[in-house]
């Protein structure tokens, strides 16, 4: 293990009852990392996040974060991660400067020189949008609104390590945005290591500095999102029609293959279309491979 390697996942197993979700999942996450988990609907983030916070006790496996075991890891540990929940509902009558002042209190035991304590609250509530909102009960919030609070409560204790579970759904585009240069600075400014997932791919692979995608219970892909495209699909998607059929082929080099469907069938092809494939291409076929079993 490397000494920057801040979560390390070996051979993670759950079974639920008699269905085991995760089947052997091993990864690692180093300092200052985004890490992106990818996976369809009921693939096992959740459960794979959840375990790694310390809140779901695994079926079998090593795990590390931080270097402890989250199963069994202290208070002081857990003062160290932020946990940004797919969905929290709760405080309604509270409003967002009492729950992140009284969420700040609980980092106050745990303060560290070199990390300072919990974040000032007028500047959490600056860092993610909230101005003019901040002394309203918190029931009164949009859904995205609602979302910026949870991303607060995630980051008050300046945490090491974000977990992050789809941060950005119900989001508007601006606030998306805002998001997405919250995370970098954090990043840049702290070394803070994040962990998130998405189901938007776009924002994985303008977020991510590495791509992890879960499927059948295991880790089926894991690297750098221009890579993944380029290993799963080639580079350039080509789609043409001919004689009112539709035809696309992936290839390495699409002039060539161009050349060659001209040589071939000169002016029948019509509806021409060169791509180079994106992550939710290589995405796509990676789960379909998957599902078909031939990954
Ligand atoms: N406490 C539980 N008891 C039994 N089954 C569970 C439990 N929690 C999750 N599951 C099942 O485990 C599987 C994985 O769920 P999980 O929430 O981890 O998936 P996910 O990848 O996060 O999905 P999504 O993208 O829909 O959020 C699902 O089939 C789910 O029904």
């Known amino acids: 293990m490397r000494a920057d390697t801040?979560?390390?996942?070996?051979?993670?197993?759950?079974?639920?009852?008699?269905d085991d979700v995760l089947r052997g999942v091993g990864f690692e996450v180093r300092r200052g990392e985004i890490v992106c988990l990818l996976g369809p609907n009921g693939a096992g983030k959740t459960t794979t996040v959840e375990i790694l916070e310390g809140f779901r006790e695994r079926s079998a496996g090593d795990v590390k974060v931080l270097g402890a075991d989250p199963s069994t890891a202290g208070e002081e540990?857990?003062?160290?991660i932020g946990v940004v929940l797919q969905s929290w509902?709760?405080?309604?009558?509270?409003?967002?400067?009492?729950?992140l002042r009284h969420l700040g209190r609980y980092y106050a035991p745990y303060a560290d020189p070199g990390r300072g304590r919990a974040r000032d609250v007028d500047e959490l509530i600056g860092m993610v949008g909230l101005d003019g909102r901040a002394d309203r009960p918190i029931r009164l919030l949009s859904g995205g609104q609602r979302r910026r609070l949870d991303v607060a409560a995630g980051i008050v204790g300046r945490p090491e390590l974000l977990f992050l579970d789809e941060p950005t759904a119900g989001l508007d585009p601006l606030a998306r945005r805002e998001f997405h240069d919250l995370v970098r600075r954090l990043v840049a400014e702290e070394a803070t290591t994040i962990l998130l997932t998405t189901h938007d791919l776009d924002e994985a692979a303008g977020l991510?500095?590495?791509?992890?995608?879960l499927a059948?219970?295991?880790?089926v892909a894991d690297g750098v999102a221009d890579d993944l495209v380029r290993r799963t699909i080639g580079v350039a998607l080509v789609r043409w029609s001919r004689g009112g059929e539709h035809?696309?082929?992936?290839?390495?080099?699409?002039?060539?293959?161009?050349?060659?469907?001209?040589?071939?069938?000169?002016?029948?092809?019509?509806d021409l279309d060169v791509r180079r494939p994106g992550l939710e291409d290589a995405y796509l076929a990676l789960v379909r491979q998957h599902e078909e079993?031939?990954?």
Do not use: K, Q
């Open 6 to 18: 801040t979560v390390s996942v070996r051979d993670l197993y759950m079974r639920y009852g008699t």
């Open 77 to 80: 540990w857990r003062a160290r």
């Open 89 to 99: 509902r709760d405080h309604g009558r509270w409003t967002p400067r009492m729950l």
């Open 208 to 213: 991510a500095d590495r791509i992890l995608v």
């Open 216 to 219: 059948g219970g295991r880790i």
């Open 247 to 270: 035809f696309a082929r992936t290839t390495p080099d699409a002039a060539a293959f161009v050349r060659g469907l001209f040589a071939r069938h000169g002016e029948e092809i019509t």
């Open 293 to 295: 079993g031939a990954v």
